[in-house]
């Protein structure tokens, strides 16, 4: 069926064209309240919707931002893409991709092409540079809370992932392990490479032995894939990069009637919600995801007001939180 | 900073503004590479952003259609908007909201303003009936998850509330159990409604007696507050609305010594991923998360073919998956 036209309207209404569409778009006031209604009354009998996006040429009253995340499936990003439309401006909208690499790649295209003023990204890019200078030639802010490092054109909000690897190596070896394994994603990206690399130095300093057990993906069903592997590696505790891994992992053992902490301790990473709430409850590195998202924001929405300040960064504090899953040896 | 404008552009690639326009909306082929190459030079180098919105009124080349959640901090809302980008047709475009309530009303306005051919409706709505009809009249599609019971002007698909309520009451009464607590949501949507309902009934036929503890939402956080208050109750069993709930109230029991299932039994509702992988591993009625979001998309994306076609409403079974949070008291 043909949509309904202004034509429809002002043919229903009786009136002419320019009265329906300065009632429509309410500069109606010197007409009577009865011609008003009747238009009102006639677009709703016809079903006329005003063309999106002739409209918005006019009067685009809000500013679009995106976000890209590589999953929503994670709790992790489920609580950052909360956190920030928790924080969102009156006049700022929100539209939220999912995707990594080539993925994560496009979906910028189609945040350009639907008119974003902004994009944080959580993502790991596949062409992080490219990216990074298409948006800027083109005035479109961009943060990054990845690929941070060498990414000199976009800003940049991250937890510091170096320092998180420390921590948990450093909570271990005060525990008395002497033998662990670290479980991680086999596409290590930039934060995982470092929270990985950060964990074996410190380890090496002390001269624990780390083996490594390579996983599929971040999630859940990789950690527990992983327990047979982590049972026969004689490691008396395991790091994982994340704590979906640590929680598959710890469900892995229990089926192998391995208990945590008392056969082998488990530290994650992220402190997302389920971490407490875990039996045992999840020694991890906390990550403060709602200061990650605010940060974001504020970097992106002072970018698109001043295109021209200085870029900023900015490296969030990580602690390590202590729960029942890790155990000391002495 | 000025935006660049297609004169810009122009000026400094020494072309005519047609030239500038064909070249960039790929019809350029009469034009030398040259001079091709030379537009795209120019382009980045001013920064030239066509304006989306003029541009996609002229080809728009995809459809845009939303999903409102009520948040997507909760894995089930986080799976179900995952599972609709996995099954997303190549040329439809998916705006993500979130919102319960009065704001989800308002992120229907918000998507119908973006141009929104049709908008899936996971949250409650505060006035169902308007949306809907709204909506119908004005000829963009509507598929709800929930307010399905009297919504005619919108195609729903859901799970089959009662029955998974039925089938919990069913699994306790046949283990013993007889003093059950019911922990729900203070403010009931409609699904949550037809759970507490038919477990109630279930267990009133069976005469058995069920206590209520209302709570605050439906978080982790809130069924740890419940602890308390469960513990006290001389139930032998608690049936969650859902499976935050339950875990919440089994990390809240832990706290006050109290085993799962040893103490007291838990049943949740929905069995994301964490239900399996908690630790002990939670019995909860499975929602076919995946088929309720495909079902969803393929209702819409058939209004949006035809406006005309009958009212679809679909209702999908729920199983009760035993796991070792219930226990036997025969």
Redesign the interface.
Known sequence: ?K??SIKDVARTADVSIATVSQILNNKGERFSQATRDRVFEAR??V???P???????KK?DYTLIGVIVP?????YF??F??SL?DDLPENV?L??M?GEREAADEAVD?L????ASGIIIVSQLAEPETVAQ?L?????AMVVTENHANLKDADAVFSKDRMGGRLAAEHLIAQGHERVVLLGNQVFTDNLTYRAESFKETMLEAGVKVSEITTHNLS?QSG?AAAMAVSISKATAAFALNDDLA??L??GL?KLNWRVPDDVSVVGFDDT??A??????LTTVHQNVSLLAQTSLNFLMQRIEN??MARQDIAIDVDLIERASTRSLK
Chains 1, 2 share one sequence.
């Open positions: 069926m949509k309904a709703d009998a079903g006329y919707v063309n999106a996006n002739a409209r918005s040429l685009r999953t929503l499936k994670l709790p489920g609580a893409v909360q439309r909208s539209s939220i999912s189609r350009v092409e639907a008119g298409t800027k030639q083109r005035h479109i859940k527990q929680i598959g710890i469900s229990a919600e389920y407490a709430f875990y039996q045992p409850g295109f021209q």
